[in-house]
C-alpha cells in the first residue's frame, strides 16, 4: 500500500469510487487550491483502494486543528488496515502542520469507523449533536 496526497483533478476523477458522487473538474480544483484541504488516496497495486480528506481549521484563540472531514475504502480492500493508516497518515500530517490536535464526527451507531478511529487512537470525547444549514449550491 502507498499512501500519497491527491495533487491534479485526475488523481480525484480515478479515485471518484471512493466518493459520494462523481468527482467534478471545478470542485477538485478548487478543493486542491484552498490552503488547508487535503486528500491522502490509498493505492494498492496502483489503484485507489481509500481515501482521507482532511481540512485545517484555524481560531485566533486555539491555533489550528484537523477536522478528518471524510474517509472511505473500497469494499475489496476492507478489514485490512487501510482506513486505519489512512487516519495515522493524515494526523501525522496534522502534526507536521502544527495542529494541536484531530477530530472527526461519527454517527453513535457507526461501529467500523468507531473500530477504526480507535484503532488509530482516537479517543471518545462525548457526544453532541450535529445541526445543519442545507444551502443551495
Known amino acids: ?31 486542491l487550491a ?8 490509498a493505492y494498492v497495486d496502483g489503484v485507489p483502494a481509500g ?8 481560531h485566533p484563540d486555539k ?9 472511505s475504502v473500497d469494499v475489496a480492500h476492507r478489514r485490512r488496515g487501510i482506513g486505519r493508516a489512512l487516519t495515522e497518515a493524515l494526523a501525522a500530517e496534522a502534526e507536521s502542520r502544527g495542529c494541536y ?13 468507531l473500530s477504526t478511529y480507535g484503532a488509530a487512537g482516537a479517543r471518545d470525547e462525548g457526544v453532541f449533536r ?3 444549514w442545507p444551502l443551495a449550491p
Open 34 to 41: 484552498a490552503p488547508g484541504h487535503l486528500m491522502l488516496i
Open 101 to 113: 490536535g484531530m477530530w472527526v464526527g461519527v454517527d453513535t451507531d457507526n461501529e467500523a469507523a
Open 63 to 71: 491555533g489550528t486543528e484537523m477536522c478528518l472531514y471524510e474517509l
Open 1 to 31: 500500500m502507498d499512501i500519497r496526497p491527491a495533487r491534479t483533478p485526475a488523481e480525484l476523477q480515478a479515485a471518484e469510487g471512493l466518493f459520494d458522487g462523481p468527482a467534478r473538474t471545478d470542485w477538485s480544483q478548487r478543493f
Open 51 to 58: 481515501m482521507v480528506s482532511g481540512i485545517e481549521m484555524i
Open 130 to 132: 450535529m445541526l445543519g
